[in-house]
T-cell receptor, first 113, second 111 residues
Framework: DSGVTQTPKHLITATGQRVTLRCSPR?????VYWYQQSLDQGLQFLIQ???????AKGNILERFSAQQFPDLHSELNLSSLELGDSALYFC????????????FGPGTRLLVL | GESVGLHLPTLSVQEGDNSIINCAYS??????FIWYKQESGKGPQFIID?????DKRQGQRVTVLLNKTVKHLSLQIAATQPGDSAVYFC??????????FGTGTSLTVIP
């Protein structure tokens, strides 16, 4: 158990809908990272937050957004969902400082029908 | 963008043998590298890391080797066990904020 929690574990929804994925980092970690893992593309970095502020942005679609709250939990919002958004979404957290190891949560499996 | 690739997508080894998983990276500015293990249905799990000022680091049954000259990273698992069967990812970073992952190597341990 990495100490990172994610909810829900599974999510099934329809195209065009909007969903919110939630992540709670390890105690003491200030950074939260979001990744998308699909069968044909491996782990793709989406976005990073550090202590409530956006720190780095990867291959995140405009339909997707994220935020980190004062209690350091983070939410990833996916809107206007398409079939291709079906994937595993992982959250990771790391301790303060750069180059710190990221610890991953169990992931949310999203299926868009 | 960054490019992190793996030489072999699948690897099968006999239980008790040593395993070597390779990874190539393209960004010569990368200074921090991590190996992760991902079992089916679970999130990636940290195995071992290495910084660019080192060329070898050992953990419990695992060793990571870094060759900066050819931009190559390898993970050696000693006395491979059935529980080692998983997908292994290498990841690199040059900023400490953004990590780039390879596509993964699937390791199967044959009893």
């Amino acid at each position: 158990d990495s100490g990172v929690t994610q909810t829900p574990k599974h999510l099934i929804t329809a195209t065009g809908q909007r969903v919110t994925l939630r992540c709670s980092p390890r105690s003491g970690d200030l950074s939260v990272y979001w990744y998308q893992q699909s069968l044909d593309q491996g782990l793709q970095f989406l976005i990073q937050y550090y202590n409530g502020e956006e720190r780095a942005k990867g291959n995140i679609l405009e339909r997707f957004s994220a935020q980190q709250f004062p209690d350091l939990h983070s939410e990833l919002n996916l809107s206007s969902l398409e079939l291709g958004d079906s994937a595993l979404y992982f959250c990771a957290s790391s301790a303060p400082g750069t180059g710190e190891t990221q610890y991953f949560g169990p992931g949310t499996r999203l299926l868009v029908l | 963008g960054e490019s992190v690739g793996l030489h072999l997508p699948t690897l099968s080894v006999q239980e008790g043998d040593n395993s070597i998983i390779n990874c190539a990276y393209s960004n010569s500015a990368s200074d921090y590298f991590i190996w992760y293990k991902q079992e089916s249905g679970k999130g990636p799990q940290f195995i071992i890391d290495i910084r660019s000022n080192m060329d070898k680091r050992q953990g419990q049954r695992v060793t990571v080797l870094l060759n900066k000259t050819v931009k190559h990273l390898s993970l050696q698992i000693a006395a491979t066990q059935p529980g080692d069967s998983a997908v292994y990812f290498c990841a690199e970073s040059d900023t400490g904020n953004q990590f780039y992952f390879g596509t993964g190597t699937s390791l199967t341990v044959i009893p």
